[in-house]
């Protein structure tokens, strides 16, 4: 019942917050309701973007992984630090320039209006199927296990996750389709400080009953006792093969990071672009802490709790071990807060491409007036939409037989690396076309299907390391044989936000890369490990 009650006192005590931050915020034009009302500061666009990315699917996924395997999966928190960096200083600059609102909205201005279209459906139906379904999912398997919800109910277990899906579904949906992105901003910030002390507490704990009461004890444990799962140098069998940081994994970090709409609409909601470098290198920061919640619990779990069937279920089990039961409620808000977060910002940005860049365009196509009320109604009806389908779907991930967090980033590989290739030679070159984009997107494809139709045994991310140069090239030899005619130059906007860069850009920047290179180098054999 303390759990309970601690659980909805600090749910109810982030809501309160945020409603009395957000209170008289203009959610009635375009800018005010899908971008904040360009108006985000760094600390808050730092915090969206931490809770945003990370939520249940990573916390139980990467962990079950580092269970399962090593340490090899720490790639995708350092590895997006390294992309951060480059988001700051390379791509955040040109987006807030341009003025943009979505992706797909460069991409019309760059190209056609075809290509926005494609994109824009490739975001949404990927949204619907892939990530919106699996966030639930694994929100679900967390809060059946920290609360026995299924025993109290008596249902039997897909009930119970279809149950505790449609509940958390609901309450995203409420931040998400009620006060737009600065309600979701906000609330991510709040429940990002708790997910922080939280999650930073669960290793603690952990090395502290694996030490019998002494963290240095529990900590030589990890190092005496099967020092090789915490070599994060993989080989090709493991996860993430080393070989692959360079290459297809950080083409994959690149199009999350710099090209996701999910992830880049709250730095264009920046009020100007020093407080968007601060953001995401603040962020990138962040990302740097992120092994220490997301995969050295996975270690510490296997050797605290053995011989688990699934690895998925570690980070639950060891929560469950090690958490006093008066903390469980927090615990429990500030993951539920982590879930919302990346539930209510994926749902925010498929109604933000749906309304202004599928619906829109439609309206003033057929000479109706595309007015703010009536886009930002139905960018409302779709995220009610968009939550009943994925209540639906969510509890059917159940049967698949691969990880979760393996699942998503796979699935995501149909879309990634193309869309990273189109937006990259958009920006650098000036005579691409919209026939050379299209190209490189059907080979990508083509060519990925087949690798899920043959599964090779090669890492998806080699195929995605091995494609993305080759979109490229694509693009660049259909350009030479018919350039655009007239060469595409960057067009600012009306009202352009101030474009005076953060003067510590660089500083932070090469600190972040630092701290990159230490964590190879300490795990692995020619640092702390020795087997």
């Known amino acids: 019942m303390f759990a309970l009650i601690s659980f909805l006192f600090f749910t109810l005590l982030v809501a309160f917050f945020s409603y ?185 704990l952990a090395l502290l009953k694996l030490g019998h009461g002494n963290i240095a004890t529990g900590v030589t444990e990890l190092f005496v006792n099967h020092p090789e799962k915490l070599n994060a140098v993989g080989d090709k069998h493991s996860a993430v093969p080393f070989a692959v940081i360079f290459t297809g994994m950080l083409f994959n970090n690149l199009y999350y990071w710099c090209t996701n709409q999910m992830i880049i609409q709250r730095t264009f909601a920046a009020k100007n672009l020093k407080e968007g470098q601060k953001g995401v290198l603040y962020a990138g920061c962040l990302k740097l802490l992120g092994p220490f919640i997301l995969v050295f619990p996975g270690v510490i779990a296997f050797h605290l709790i053995p011989g688990l069937s699934n690895g998925d279920l570690a980070y639950p089990a060891l929560v469950s071990l090690v958490l006093p039961k008066p903390m469980v409620g927090f615990f429990a808000a500030v993951l539920f807060g982590a879930i919302l977060s990346s539930f209510n910002s994926a749902l925010n940005s498929t109604s933000t491409i749906f309304a202004l860049n599928l619906y829109k365009p439609r309206l003033e196509k057929k000479g109706e007036v595309a007015s703010d009320e009536k886009v930002i109604k139905m960018g409302k009806r779709v995220g009610i939409a968009l939550t009943v389908v994925s209540i639906c779907v969510a509890p059917f991930i159940m049967y698949f037989k691969g990880g979760l967090y393996g699942f998503l980033q796979e699935m995501n590989g149909f879309y990634s690396a193309p869309l990273f290739a189109v937006v990259l030679v958009g920006f650098f070159t000036k005579r691409a076309t919209a026939k050379a984009a299209k190209a490189a997107m059907l080979v990508h494809i083509v060519f990925y299907g087949l690798y899920e139709i043959i599964k090779p045994d090669m890492n998806f991310l080699h195929i995605l390391g091995i494609m993305l140069p080759i979109e490229i090239l694509v693009m660049v030899w259909m350009t030479k044989r018919n350039p655009r005619p007239i060469p595409y130059t960057f067009k600012r906007k009306e009202a352009p936000v101030e474009m005076t860069p953060w003067k510590y850009r660089y500083h932070l920047s090469t600190l972040i890369c630092v701290v990159f290179v230490l964590y190879y180098v300490l795990f692995s054999r020619i640092g702390l490990l020795h087997y």
């Open 20 to 204: 009395r931050i957000c209170k008289g915020e203009d959610t009635k034009t375009n800018d005010g309701y899908f971008l904040g009302g360009r108006d985000l500061s760094g600390i808050f666009i730092a915090g969206s973007l931490m809770l945003t990315n990370l939520s249940s699917e990573q916390i139980i996924g990467q962990n079950g992984i580092s269970y399962s395997g090593t340490i090899t999966v720490i790639a995708y928190e350092i590895g997006a630090a390294i992309t951060l960096v480059l988001f700051a200083l390379v791509f955040l600059p040109k987006y807030l320039r341009a003025g943009i609102t979505t992706v797909p909205d460069f991409l019309e201005e760059r190209f056609d209006c075809g290509l926005r279209k494609i994109i824009s459906i490739v975001f949404v139906v990927s949204y619907i199927l892939t990530y919106l379904p699996t966030v639930l999912y694994s929100g679900a398997i967390v809060f059946n296990q920290l609360f026995n919800i299924q025993e109290i109910t008596g249902l039997n277990y897909f009930a119970t996750i279809a149950l505790i899906v449609a509940v958390i579904a609901i309450v995203g949906a409420i931040y998400a389709v009620k006060g737009g992105l600065k309600a979701v901003a906000v609330s991510d910030t709040l429940n990002g400080a708790g997910l922080l002390i939280g999650g930073l507490l669960i290793p603690i």
